[in-house]
């Protein structure tokens, strides 16, 4: 497992060379955002030992395989772990693929394996994780959320963002990286939501899959705008604020 920091808060750990899930330092210990796929858990948990902190939370973007995969085996060995989630993407733990009357009626794609662990809190837009604010960002799932370090202005984008050959939103195909568009389940509800993530004016990004990437905004705003000609069939139209 690659271990690389970012600022005075965050480090990147990565496995396989393209999936990725985070360390947040706080006061009492780490937020662990998302656990990578199976066969990750001792090497995050030794990530944290060697940095001399525990972890004392799992906070989940969504739930898909390669960001909940080691969920149950790290629930195992700290079950005094909180479990964070949204209500919405814990049914696809439980194996409930059913769509809500109120929701694009797309195609769920990605895969959705069963966990035993059950959360210990749902979270909701607004709501805080230590020092995450979370942010609402659903279309590469219905209920993905995003976290905000309003410590520093780090974006925790989950599957919202990609950088695997270029910054790109959920919906946007890479030949050489197809996954994530390959998974997603709602492309215009993913572009509205990295809309809405740009408007935060993040300092760094980082992605499920991908480098971090500092001062993003012009990336981003070129992931959006190739991402808008490609749905829309016109160009996005921000306010330059960087």
Known sequence: MKITTH???LTQLTRLTFVNCFLVRED????????G???SAKDIIKAAQDFGAPIRRIALTHAHIDHVGSLDALHALLPEAEVLITARDARFMKGDKSLDADEPQDQLRGGYPLCTTEPTRFIKHGDKVGSLE?????????GH???????DQTLIAGDAYSNKFGVTT???LRLLFPFTAMAIWSKLTALQSAEALYARKPSRLAVGHGKVVEQPLQAMERAIDEASRSIKGQPYAAKKTY
Do not use: E, I, K
């Not at 942010?135 to 219905?142: E, F, K, L, Q």
């Open 28 to 35: 009492d210990g780490f937020t662990l955002v998302d656990t």
């Open 134 to 142: 979370v942010v609402a960002s659903p279309g590469h799932t219905p």
């Open 170 to 172: 959920a919906g946007t």
């Open 7 to 9: 600022g005075a808060y």
């Open 145 to 151: 959320v995003a976290f905000f370090d309003q410590r």
């Open 37 to 39: 796929m199976s066969g």
